[in-house]
């Protein structure tokens, strides 16, 4: 997971599961302008993101990228494609997960990454979201921890997680 730096939650569902909407959901928020030029530079994840049913994407804002690509370690991550794919990849769960509904014991939701060479875990990699009132935390499996700062929809999508 990027960073322990904000995040905000994209409750996206298969209502609107098209490129353009998506594509005007992440241009409208400015805060996540670097994963929108990412998402547009790799045509398989837009497709992923766009294509598949009741997706949740945990989006690393802006301060996240920027924490983790500056300086020399971030210039080799953002030099692999592949690795930048998985990071991506690592930061969608494959199910619709609005706030309220992730438990305050915590669960460990299955991640889109199962590229064998970035999951340690069989089955694909897992991040675990917990809840404390409206508060709702993400730890990697390396025990990051992201707060989770704001929820951005779009209109059409279908459910839409409301919190701050």
């Known amino acids: 997971m990027l960073s322990n730096n904000l995040f905000s939650l994209l409750a996206l569902s298969a209502a609107a599961a098209n490129a353009q909407q998506l594509t005007a959901l992440l241009s409208d928020t400015a805060a996540l302008s670097t994963l929108n030029s990412l998402v547009g530079k790799y045509p398989a994840i837009a497709e992923v993101l766009t294509t598949t049913p009741n997706l949740t994407i945990f989006a690393p804002s802006n301060a996240a990228f920027n924490a983790t690509l500056s300086g020399a370690a971030g210039a080799r991550i953002a030099s692999n494609d592949a690795l930048v794919q998985a990071i991506l990849q690592y930061h969608v769960i494959g199910s619709n997960i609005p706030a309220a509904a992730v438990p305050e014991a ?3 939701a299955p991640t889109l990454l199962t590229n064998a060479n ?3 875990v069989s089955g694909g990699q897992r991040v675990k979201a917990q809840r404390a009132g409206s508060a709702v935390t993400l730890t990697s499996g ?3 921890i992201a707060n989770v700062t704001q929820a951005v929809s779009c209109r ?6 409301t919190f701050i």
């Open 156 to 161: 059409t999508f279908r459910r839409v997680a």
């Open 106 to 108: 915590g669960t460990f």
């Open 118 to 120: 970035y999951s340690l």
């Open 142 to 144: 390396g025990g990051a």
